[in-house]
């Protein structure tokens, strides 16, 4: 039987432009600290720029890939 600690966690976040990580990132968004926690992924990926800012928290055990590029998605549609 698995436990919660046992269990693996994959987030993906995309942005044409910008992706920016931390405390007190926008007004929309609930405010506090961004961590990545032990037995999680996060993997980014950004056209122009990623920022890291304060707030910002990769415990031992996690993982994070960020890379700048941006493909737009295709859609194919058949009529």
Known sequence: MKSIT?????AKRRA?????LGKHVTPSTVDGEYE?????DLRLEAG?????TD??????????HASIRYQNCT???SV
């Open 36 to 40: 990545i926690l032990p037995n999680a």
């Open 48 to 52: 122009e720029t990623i920022h890291f």
């Open 16 to 20: 044409k432009n910008t992706i920016t």
């Open 6 to 10: 046992d269990s693996y966690h994959v």
């Open 75 to 77: 859609v194919h549609l």
């Open 55 to 64: 707030g910002f928290h990769a415990h031992e055990g996690s993982k994070m």
